[in-house]
């Protein structure tokens, strides 16, 4: 998933490492963890319906766009769970209309979690446009890619979502700049709340969790296979989804108060869930190999 070229200084990182943040189940004898039957079942489901999509992708085009997202918003469900997840969704999903969506970053399951219930254009780094099928299956849903190793492309960025803000549509955006491995979180950067401030669309908090939550982790560098193979290894994964209460943009006066709003109402929302430190492993558990760096 990560190219070989070390990241710019001016990214984001994280704390976050795979072998002290990501849990990796053992087959034997751990009470979470599906057997090896199990595992390869639930790789296969949730690969075949990622590919079903790219297949029926083109005709969609032709079909009205309420249509179009209800059949998404099933998709990604779909694939979500024949991935072995089972997802817990609590709070209003905001009627249509402009809307930037932002969202704490764990996984690469954050995506279609969001797009199940708030689906819009997914801001990501250019690297994703790259990736085998979900590329372009990225490309294909209308992704917005950033490419986070220049400054300058970023007024350009901002433009595009505010474009599509304006036009009445929602722009997904992970603002942590990349992925946490849920037990912290980092700082939101307030760049794409820019686009909310000059298209005047308000911001839409979601807070994502998983239970247990090393299984889901997608940090550091580890590959997309060792991050998947934990995912279906994993018994009783669960995600949780939460919507706060959208935040007025016209209320904050530049995009840094804005974008510090969003962020208390994300981590205020998970205020009464056990908080342990961001490398404390999980004692039934090894951890051995983990995740990557996720799209922006």
């Excluded at 997840?85 to 809307?99: E, I, K, N, T």
């Excluded at 949780?240 to 205020?268: F, G, K, M, N, T």
Aim: net charge positive; with cysteine; hydrophobic share 45%.
């Amino acid at each position: 998933m990560n190219g070989p070229t070390a990241p710019s200084p001016w990214l984001p990182t994280a704390p976050c490492t795979p072998g002290r943040c990501a849990a990796h189940p053992h087959t034997g004898g751990d009470p979470e963890a599906a057997g090896a039957a199990l595992a390869v079942l639930r790789l296969a489901a949730g690969t075949g319906a990622v590919l079903l999509g790219l297949l029926l992708a083109p005709g969609t085009g032709l079909l009205p766009p309420a249509v179009r997202l209800a059949l998404v918003r099933s998709w990604v469900r779909a694939v979500v769970r024949a991935f072995g997840v089972r997802v817990r969704y609590a709070g209003d999903a905001p009627a249509a209309g402009p809307l930037l969506v932002v969202a704490n970053h764990v996984s690469w399951l954050d995506i279609p979690l969001v797009a199940a219930v708030l689906p819009g254009r997914m801001v990501a780094k250019a690297e994703v446009r790259r990736w085998p099928v979900l590329g372009v299956l990225a490309a294909l849903g209308g992704t917005l890619f950033l490419d986070r190793d220049g400054l300058r492309s970023l007024p350009g960025a901002v433009r595009a979502m505010t474009g599509v803000l304006a036009t009445g549509g929602r722009v997904v955006v992970f603002p942590e700049g990349s992925t946490w491995c849920g037990r912290a979180g980092g700082r939101f950067r307030p760049a794409a709340f820019q686009a909310a401030l000059d298209a005047g669309a308000d911001v839409q908090p979601v807070r994502i969790d998983f239970r247990p939550a090393g299984a889901a982790a997608y940090v550091g560098d580890d590959p997309l296979g060792a991050s998947l193979w934990r995912v279906v290894t994993t018994r009783r994964l669960t995600a949780e989804v939460r919507l706060p209460e959208r935040i007025p943009a016209a209320r904050h006066p530049d995009r840094r108060s804005l974008a510090a709003a969003a962020q208390r109402a994300v981590a205020s929302d998970s205020a009464n869930l056990p908080a342990p430190s961001v490398h404390q492993r999980s004692r039934s558990r090894s951890a051995s190999a983990s995740s990557a760096r996720t799209p922006a």
